[in-house]
């Protein structure tokens, strides 16, 4: 398979979205066009972005429905569940594990490791926070396929460190810095300062 | 100036970053390189995005940080401090709220509104959630650069109209749909389901 771009990835999460709404109101086939405004893009791009996985659609019949959100459930590996572990019960941490639209979308959060012997014991959204001395043993019983990283910063190396030793293959990254990891670890950054950053940018280049 | 990627915005935000670090640690000069490998980049890549806004450093000396950092803080125009207003107070807005991270940037939340009459009144952080009835009439009397939107995605396009008809021209939003917005308007979405969805695509694609 060719290399595919994250952006394109993000864009079959959306079409994924717009379809299972189509889906919800019992719309059968819908054009590129359609795809294409409902997202903001242009149709050129629905079907560039299809190709990529094959021949999807039938010229002047537009996409099926089911058959293409099934596909890109496949595509996007949304056909399974996962299970993911949160390092860091702060602010952010709190927020999203009682954020509905992990569960949604397959991402069911198991466990939340802490260092602060204050927040280990305290329940969370049904979840005991754990100390994350105890990660390896915890990991070791009941293994994850993702972590979300939400320590301050120069706690986040060491234990991405830890979670690589114990096989874990998937980071979404909240910590401040570039993380170090193996090629076969993919690390995804969400950095929530640069993002109004890169709105203060456009403002001030307009 | 030719248009510059929101990939580029990003990584001269990371830069200012790693800057700022070292002018903490008292370092007068840094190499593209040594600049690249903090970031996870190349030397090239540093020298590229840097080349859109000018010429920077000397060949075999390298870069001046205060001068470039000053020169990164003007071109993300971050020299000044900005009003943010936050729309919704639910679980990801209230964490929002707390992070520390946007007002160390230069971004002050100075207000918050909801629609649900059981949080107006509340005490977040200091500010008292407002009713959201009220935006037109407080953001008349205190007007705001950019409003960061955590609302129900049937709420959001209705609520970014009203920003947009009070001249809103920078909005961060959070709530899973495409907004529609004049030219002149700038929005970054930010999808956190996505964002594991992007982590499922290359577990599933390697």
């Known amino acids: 398979m060719r290399k595919v771009a994250d952006s394109t990835v993000r864009r079959l999460s959306l079409y994924l979205r717009f379809l299972e709404e ?32 094959g021949s999807f659609g039938k010229r002047g019949l537009g996409y099926a429905v089911p058959e293409l959100a099934g596909r890109l459930r496949e595509i996007l590996g949304l056909e399974r569940r996962y299970r993911v572990a949160m390092i860091g019960a702060g602010k952010i941490g709190s927020a999203l594990v009682q ?87 993919v690390v995804k950054s969400v950095n929530l300062a640069l993002e109004l950053e890169t709105l203060s940018y456009a403002l001030n280049n307009r």
Chains 1, 2 share one sequence.
Not at 28 to 51: F, H, M, N, W, Y
Not at 136 to 161: N, S
Request: a negative charge.
């Open 99 to 185: 954020y509905r639209g992990f569960r949604q979308r397959g991402f069911d959060i198991v466990a939340i490791f802490d260092v602060d012997p204050g927040k280990v014991g305290h329940q969370w959204n049904g979840l005991a926070v754990q100390d994350i001395a105890g990660l390896e043993a915890e990991l070791g019983r009941h293994p994850i396929d993702m972590a979300v990283l939400v320590t301050p910063a120069e706690a986040a190396q060491p234990v991405v460190d830890r979670l690589v030793r114990l096989g874990v293959k998937a980071i979404l990254n909240f910590a401040p810095l570039q993380l170090t990891v193996p090629d076969d670890v």
């Open 22 to 53: 189509f889906e919800e109101q019992g719309i059968d086939t819908i054009s590129s066009e359609a795809l294409a405004s409902r997202g903001g893009t242009t149709s050129a791009q629905v079907r560039k972005d299809l190709s990529f996985f």
